[in-house]
């Protein structure tokens, strides 16, 4: 089974920046066991310590859109956009969640990099574990850094005539990034480390690029998307392919890289958001 939604309903905002009046949640997919939806950038998926001040989240906008507990089997970082599961009945949670767990889920980003990666390959680099508030088992001060691997392939490239640098021009490339494991940043964490930062990444990443980014493309995001998640449905065993096509504000600065035909029309909105301001 297939689901893939028309084009996301948020405008590009500030970094963290959540209107005070959120729209609804894009459902992607709904049935009885689990819903689907497009979690936009700047959108954190519960309530969290690491910033107490934010009520808005995605747990409480789909419980109050549904009438109903959601339990998210997974996670995506705030800045991150792109499908987001939640159980809707608990009994089918430690299923989904294990799913996830055991690397039952394929997984595919669409991220905008520094640099210019190899046409294809992988990034095999272990990782600490990053504990936060929600985690039941703390991190022992001396535990060892976890396996992480993260292929990666790339799509399309540009070279700009701008200086960042020490170079008189500034080149970027778009690619499609399936982590096979799910430690916490990884792919963030990992293109860092491959030295090929995320474009909008304001804890791992290079902030000239960012500001080149919000000054020439007016980009305020961390410019990684979930695009498609595909997974075996826990009641009923059938496939299931969840699709989020781009955010509008990240597909306007892949539109005007000139990668528009780089990017399969599966994942392409139906507007972008320069054609909602124009």
């Known amino acids: ?50 910033d107490p001040r934010e009520h808005v989240n995605a747990v409480r906008l789909l419980r109050d859109q549904l009438g109903r507990y959601v339990y998210p089997a997974h996670r995506l970082d705030r800045g991150t956009s792109g499908v987001l599961v939640f159980a809707l009945d608990p009994a089918v949670l430690p299923a989904l969640t294990a799913a996830f767990e055991d690397r039952d889920v394929a997984k595919t980003y669409l991220g905008v990099v520094r640099g210019w990666p190899p046409v294809a390959g992988t990034i095999d680099a272990p990782l600490a574990r990053i504990v936060d508030d929600y985690d039941e088992r703390p991190a022992a001060p001396d535990a060892a850094a976890q396996s992480a691997e993260t292929r990666h392939r790339t799509l399309a490239t540009v070279e700009l005539p701008v200086r960042v640098d020490r170079y008189p021009t500034s080149r970027y490339a778009l690619l499609e990034l399936q982590p096979s494991t799910g430690r916490r940043h990884q792919l963030r964490r990992h293109l860092r480390h491959a030295g090929h ?70 994942w392409w909105p139906e507007r972008t958001a320069a054609d909602a301001l124009g």
């Open 1 to 50: 089974r297939e689901a893939t939604p028309g084009a996301a309903s948020f405008q590009a905002a500030a970094p963290h920046a959540v209107s005070a009046d959120p729209p609804p949640l894009e459902i992607l997919y709904r049935d009885d066991a689990l819903v689907a939806v497009a979690k936009p950038s700047g959108l954190l998926v519960h309530r969290t310590t690491l």
């Open 197 to 266: 930062p995320l474009v909008g990444d304001t804890t791992y990443g290079q902030g000239r690029h960012n500001r080149l980014f919000r000054e020439r493309y007016g980009c305020h995001r961390l410019l990684l998307a979930a695009v498609e998640l595909e997974l075996i449905h826990p009641t009923t065993g059938a496939a299931l392919r969840l699709r989020a096509p781009l955010a509008p504000d990240f597909a306007a600065v892949v539109a005007a890289l000139g990668w528009r035909d780089a990017v399969p029309r599966h």
